[in-house]
């Protein structure tokens, strides 16, 4: 057991942190004020390889494994979430083409969306469902030597980027929902206005309507009627992203509330004079550390899970515990923050908006824990 990082997991933490400081930071309320990511602020995290961190260098990647990913994602989501979703959701769609493609689907999706150049999509949610897979609407038709795809799908990060999507549609020979790799902007393809959500903003959710779109059979992800073992592993390893994101902003959200409750004064003391705020204080540190060692670890056994059921489970309790724990961490450092904290001027007001997304993203917080207790129950 080692809860030291390493030369090499400092370095990347440090890169992500002074990238943070120097250049996010600066550009972050306008980020969340205009629901857009600089072009600068992309061009900028795919030059430090941040978009394709955990993946082999033979793609594109910097094979720096998720132990390093989640540290870089945590510096990033403690500034700005937009651009930390926006890369959460590219190696999500990566992961799925890493694990499931050919040689052939690998090399000629991946080194762009790795540099940032593109990027990529997951695409599973419609209006009709986002938990269920049994319910999914979407078409595919074998015509020949391709696939024509018809269907919307909904809440889709990234749509608005060129670069590969992971689209799930039940496909009519095997009756079952299939993964395949459509290029985004296609003939046929064509998006909604970005959805107004309330947080993580930047992180653009758009949704996508398929027209005929053609797809060529060698685009098939994984094997005809594979999809459900493409969308668990991919949403698995997604969760190491969101996790790290959420952990960001607990830090955060720690940091600003421990620094408020040292400047604001009462009677001419600051309030951390309070056993009240004292408490609080403790209360975020304590969330802090736990999230910390439970999202590192995921970033860990990423690395090397050999087991995908008792992975999805390890990926749906850090990110519940962890997403549920920012909720809670924002409401805290809000309540410090007293009647100031419900100013749009001060940073846990963004904290806040942001933290109620994470228990509904990549799967809904209930869900994951029916994931956890069926692996538990039935081992
Ligand atoms: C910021 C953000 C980014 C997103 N990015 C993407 C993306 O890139 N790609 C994508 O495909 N989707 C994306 N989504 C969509 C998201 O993954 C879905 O909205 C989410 O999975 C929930 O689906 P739903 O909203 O349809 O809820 P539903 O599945 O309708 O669930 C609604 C409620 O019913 C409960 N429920 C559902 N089924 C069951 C059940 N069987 N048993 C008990 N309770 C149940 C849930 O817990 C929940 O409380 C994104 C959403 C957000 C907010």
């Not at 057991?1 to 250049?23: G, H, N, V, Y």
């Not at 799930?168 to 290029?183: H, N, Q, W, Y």
Request: with cysteine; glycine share 10%.
């Amino acid at each position: 057991m080692e809860f030291t990082l390493s030369k090499e997991q400092l370095l990347i933490q440090k890169m992500a942190s002074d990238f943070c400081e120097k250049s996010l930071a600066p550009l972050a309320e306008q980020i969340d004020r205009d629901n857009q990511i600089p072009a600068e602020i992309i061009a900028g995290l795919g030059e430090l390889d941040l978009f394709g961190l955990p993946f082999k260098e033979e793609y594109g990647g910097a094979e720096a494994g998720y132990d390093c990913y989640v540290l870089a994602m945590e510096q990033l989501g403690k500034v700005s979430s937009g651009p930390a979703i926006t890369i959460s959701v590219n190696c999500l769609g990566l992961g799925a083409i890493d694990k499931f493609g050919t040689p052939e689907q690998k090399a000629k999706y991946m080194p762009k969306a790795c540099r940032g150049e593109h990027l990529a999509s997951f695409a599973f949610t419609e209006p009709g469902t986002g938990s269920d897979p049994k319910q999914i609407t979407t078409r595919a038709v074998k015509e020949g030597d391709h696939y024509v795809i018809n269907g919307t799908k909904r809440f889709i990060s990234n749509a608005d980027y060129l670069g590969p999507m992971v689209v799930f549609a039940t496909d009519d020979e095997s009756g079952k929902p299939t993964a395949f790799i459509v290029e985004k902007f296609c003939a046929g393809y064509s998006i909604s206005e970005p959805w107004h959500k309330i947080g993580y903003r930047g992180g653009n959710l758009l949704d996508v309507y398929f027209k005929d779109v053609k797809v060529p059979a060698e685009n098939v992800l994984g094997k005809v009627g594979g999809g459900f073992p493409v969308l668990t592993y991919g949403i698995a390893f997604g969760k190491v992203g969101i996790s790290s994101v959420a952990l960001g902003g607990i830090l955060a959200a720690f940091e600003a509330a421990a620094k408020y409750a040292k400047e604001k004064t009462h009677r001419g003391e600051p309030i951390a004079k309070f056993q009240a705020i004292q408490l609080r204080i403790a209360d975020l540190a304590m969330k802090y550390e736990a999230c910390r060692w439970l999202t590192y670890r995921l970033g860990c056994l990423a690395n090397d899970a050999k087991d995908p059921m008792l992975f999805a489970k390890e990926a749906a309790l850090t990110k519940t515990f962890v997403c549920d724990n920012y909720v809670e961490a924002a409401r805290i450092a809000v309540d410090v923050h007293g009647s100031y904290g419900l100013m749009n001027d001060y940073l846990v007001t963004r904290l806040y908006r942001d933290a109620i997304l994470g228990p509904q993203v990549e799967g809904v917080a209930d869900m994951q824990k029916m994931i956890v207790a069926g692996v538990v129950l039935n081992s």
